[in-house]
């Protein structure tokens, strides 16, 4: 946390220099300095420690600067820990089996039949899917004791009257036994393979992302600083609220979850913010951001090519940032094989192919992202990458209506107030081009038509393929 912004190379450097100073500081005493891959001491049973009076208005560690985002909001939340009344010491552990990590999966039927098979094989995509986003410990109410700060999931199959097979989904906060969401779906066959079926990887991912929201709720209240999922989880939240300030504060979050514990995926959600920052036109495409996206990629790839999540986010910054088409493809094919229910894989395929001008199968594969996204976080985000790929399908009918979907879900989102212009002008709806216009002069100051036609770097590249079309179409609106 003292190094944040640095590579973890440069970080590890920094850490063996500064422990090699204490060292040399402490002369004779150098073996009272204790480390270890984990901390820092100084061994307590050489070293008395006398606590001087203070006033009770003292702050923790009052007084200390250091000019870095993680450590800064580390301090922020110890001090505000210890004002609170009845906060642990420091030194206060939880055991290494609970606290906000434990995750607890329930499959109800354990007899060998098809039902169990169908509980088992969510359990398999739901734990892939947890674990891809962080760091959390998954088992069963035999292994692990149910304590207030765990989420319990539990999943039943069973067949209804109208004979059709019925997986329900509930997710529990063990602290106040509510129910924090609940879902089901009706498969046409018990037979039916759940890993090829997508209205039950759809199932998956809605419990997913229910489950992390629990998790979240569920350790709001506990004493003590939050863990490395917590904050990326709030990253999250912060990432696709798509504003800039928003996308700034992910990127903070993100930095400060990595320096408690080095994921490879806080680094690929990272280059993923980087490359929205890139399309949202929140920052140039400079150098600076290139060389950062850059970095971000090398560490999430070091450790987590075995991440769907990893592989689709880098995928995606290859192919904006980079335009890098062809790495982008085989990262997002990597991503799909990995984990077919990952909503992100599928995209990340989707705007590589597109990319690659294969217009048809870009649509299919956002198709199924959208469908994979369904009622989660990243439906705005699907619905808009079916309306980019229907667009240049040929299917402006289905191109404006999800469109116009994706921005009454996110309209900050700005992607498509910027497709849907250019859909309105070559379908000839002039009024509707002078709306999304001003909304995007709302988002954008600095918007000009002109940037749409003849800026490179403009992010609606794809549009471009209508060349002379495209231009002459505004101009016929009167905004040109």
């Known amino acids: 946390m003292l190094w944040s912004d640095r590579s973890q190379p440069q970080r590890s450097a920094?850490?063996?220099?500064?422990?090699?100073?204490?060292?040399?500081?402490?002369?004779?005493?150098?073996?009272?300095?204790?480390?270890?891959?984990?901390?820092?001491?100084?061994?307590?049973?050489?070293?008395l420690v006398r606590s001087a009076p203070c006033s009770p208005q003292a702050e923790f560690l009052q007084g200390l600067k250091v000019a870095d985002p993680a450590f800064t909001a580390w301090l922020a939340e110890q001090r505000l820990l210890k004002g609170r009344p009845g906060a642990p010491a420091a030194s206060e552990k939880r055991p290494a089996h609970c606290g906000p990590k434990t995750i607890v999966l329930l499959g109800e039927t354990d007899d060998?039949?098809?039902?169990?098979?169908?509980?088992?094989?969510?359990?398999?995509v739901v734990t892939h899917s947890l674990r891809e986003h962080c760091d959390v410990l998954i088992g069963s109410p035999g292994a692990l004791p149910l304590r207030p700060d765990c989420v319990l999931m539990s999943v039943k199959a069973a067949t209804w009257a109208n004979g059709k097979t019925r997986i329900s989904v509930t997710v529990e906060d063990i602290g106040t036994n509510i129910v924090c969401w609940s879902g089901s779906i009706e498969l046409p066959d018990v037979q039916v393979d759940p890993f090829d079926n997508v209205p039950f990887l759809a199932l998956c991912n809605r419990a997913t992302e229910a489950t992390l929201e629990a998790r979240i709720n569920a350790c709001a209240d506990l004493t003590g600083p939050k863990d490395a999922g917590q904050i990326a989880h709030m990253a999250l939240r912060k990432l696709f609220a798509i504003t800039a300030q928003d996308v700034s504060e992910a990127l903070r979050l993100f930095d400060h979850a990595y320096a408690i514990?080095?994921?490879?995926?806080?680094?690929?959600?990272?280059?993923?913010?980087?490359?929205?920052?890139?399309?949202?036109?929140?920052?140039?495409?400079?150098?600076?951001?290139?060389?950062?996206?850059?970095?971000?990629?090398?560490?999430?790839?070091?450790?987590?090519?075995?991440?769907?999540?990893?592989?689709?986010?880098?995928?995606?910054?290859?192919?904006?940032?980079?335009?890098?088409?062809?790495?982008?493809?085989?990262?997002?094919?990597?991503?799909?094989?990995?984990?077919?229910?990952?909503?992100?894989?599928?995209?990340?395929?989707?705007?590589?192919?597109?990319?690659?001008?294969?217009?048809?199968?870009?649509?299919?594969a956002a198709l199924v992202a959208q469908a994979l996204a369904q009622t989660t976080r990243m439906k705005f985000w699907a619905d808009c990458q079916v309306?980019?790929?229907?667009?240049?399908?040929?299917?402006?009918?289905?191109?404006?209506?999800?469109?116009?979907?994706?921005?009454?879900?996110?309209?900050?989102?700005?992607?498509?107030?910027?497709?849907?212009?250019?859909?309105?002008?070559?379908?000839?709806?002039?009024?509707?081009?002078?709306?999304?216009?001003?909304?995007?002069?709302?988002?954008?100051?600095?918007?000009?038509?002109?940037?749409?036609?003849?800026?490179?770097?403009?992010?609606?590249g794809i549009m471009r393929r209508y060349g002379r079309k495209l231009t002459d179409s505004l101009r016929r609106a009167g905004l040109e």
């Open 261 to 364: 514990n080095p994921q490879p995926v806080f680094q690929a959600w990272r280059a993923q913010a980087m490359t929205i920052q890139y399309v949202e036109r929140f920052v140039p495409l400079d150098q600076t951001l290139r060389e950062q996206a850059e970095a971000a990629c090398r560490l999430a790839l070091q450790d987590g090519s075995g991440n769907a999540t990893v592989l689709a986010a880098v995928a995606n910054t290859r192919t904006n940032i980079d335009r890098n088409y062809g790495v982008g493809l085989e990262l997002a094919l990597q991503s799909v094989q990995v984990n077919p229910a990952n909503v992100m894989a599928w995209y990340a395929y989707s705007n590589a192919v597109q990319c690659l001008g294969r217009s048809e199968e870009a649509y299919q």
């Open 112 to 124: 060998g039949s098809v039902y169990a098979g169908l509980e088992l094989a969510f359990n398999q």
């Open 387 to 460: 309306s980019i790929t229907a667009a240049t399908s040929g299917r402006s009918d289905v191109a404006i209506r999800f469109g116009e979907r994706a921005h009454a879900l996110s309209p900050g989102f700005r992607p498509p107030l910027r497709y849907l212009t250019a859909l309105y002008a070559l379908n000839a709806r002039p009024e509707d081009v002078s709306r999304t216009v001003a909304s995007l002069r709302r988002e954008e100051p600095d918007f000009d038509l002109v940037q749409m036609t003849r800026n490179p770097d403009y992010p609606i």
């Open 14 to 47: 920094s850490l063996r220099q500064a422990l090699s100073d204490l060292r040399r500081c402490l002369g004779p005493y150098a073996d009272v300095l204790i480390s270890d891959r984990q901390s820092v001491a100084l061994d307590p049973a050489r070293v």
